[in-house]
């Protein structure tokens, strides 16, 4: 993958902006497409929280009713309550 990029990079660099605008749109798009994209910090932190949720939860409307209902982490403990306790 690096060596493609290497010859990319080279071929980007023979092109100038008058030569040929469309072929050194493309190569630049190449090159783009081979790097590894970054997550955002928005991304980050999702699946952060998502790791660190895996303690269990108790879910606070069944204890109410006296059952003990455990939920991994505040995701599952959501789509419990969904499931579960649906307004009607
Ligand atoms: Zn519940």
Known sequence: MEAKIQSLDQELNKFNLETNLVKLKSLEL???SYETPKCSA???KVV???ILAGQDLVCELCKSKGIEKKCKGDWDLKLHISKSHKRK
Request: aromatic share 0%.
């Open 30 to 32: 190449e090159r783009i």
């Open 48 to 50: 952060e929280e998502v």
């Open 42 to 44: 928005e991304a980050d």
